[in-house]
């Protein structure tokens, strides 16, 4: 078993950017776990299967063939997907199917074996507590919805941010209170309010609690 650095939290938190940073910084690899959510949600679209089809999801969740490759490209069954897996309506069907408790089960367990050989840092929203409950660091990254919705939007012009924060706010809304491993914090992950602060600075945050754990020998 690799080194495991679980990095989870709300949309928007940051987490992506920060997750890359630490793992370039460490010489681990990185792992976005949503992506593999959105990939089955994108061959379920395809494949027009509802998202109460638990039956067909789990289906496409244990055959998916998931690669998740630098600069976040990602690949299904072959197919590099990195843009399509990122459309708006691929982001609200990875939250309904990442619902589903047969779909997770099958990711979890890709995701565990990703880190049976390498070190890695691994994001998502229930690294922390259910596929690394023995993480050697646990970080819950977390900033207030507003400023969640200015980091998604980007460039877009103003008029679009409201769709957006709704988006998200629906998003956020499903993945708390799902009862399937719904994002939460575990009770041993330092919490990080990253709400006005610049990457730099919630990378050197994270950096000073990843080297206090190490020095502390915990995992
Ligand atoms: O991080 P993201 O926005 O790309 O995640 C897409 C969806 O997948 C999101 O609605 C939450 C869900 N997800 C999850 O339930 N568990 C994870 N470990 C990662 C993502």
Avoid: C
């Avoid at 259910?130 to 103003?158: C, H, N, Q, T």
């Avoid at 009862?179 to 050197?204: C, H, I, N, R």
């Amino acid at each position: 078993m690799g080194h495991v650095i679980a990095i989870d939290g709300p949309a928007g938190a940051g987490k992506s950017t920060i997750a890359r940073l630490i793992a370039d910084r460490l010489g681990y690899v990185y792992i976005d776990t949503g992506a593999m959510y959105r990939a089955i949600a994108l061959w379920a679209w395809r494949t027009k299967t509802p998202a109460g089809d638990a039956h067909k999801l789990e289906q496409l969740a244990t055959s998916a063939e998931i690669g998740l490759h630098p600069h976040r490209h990602v690949t299904l069954n072959g197919e590099d997907v990195t843009d399509a897996i990122r459309a708006p309506e691929i982001s609200a069907m990875a939250s309904q199917v990442a619902a589903i408790g047969a779909v997770r089960l099958a990711l979890v367990s890709k995701q565990r074996e990703l880190a049976r050989h390498e070190n890695v840092v691994m994001e998502g929203r229930d690294i922390g507590s259910v596929v690394f409950p023995d993480a050697r660091v646990k970080i819950f990254l977390d900033a207030d919805p507003s400023e969640r919705v200015r980091r998604r939007a980007g460039e877009l012009p103003d008029h679009h941010h409201t769709t957006l924060a709704t988006q998200l706010a629906e998003r956020d809304h499903r993945d708390r209170n799902r009862l399937e491993s719904p994002l939460l914090q575990a009770p041993d992950a330092v919490y990080l309010d990253s709400t006005g602060m610049t990457m730099e600075k919630v990378e050197e945050e994270i950096l000073a609690i990843v080297r206090a754990k190490i020095s502390n020998g915990k995992g």
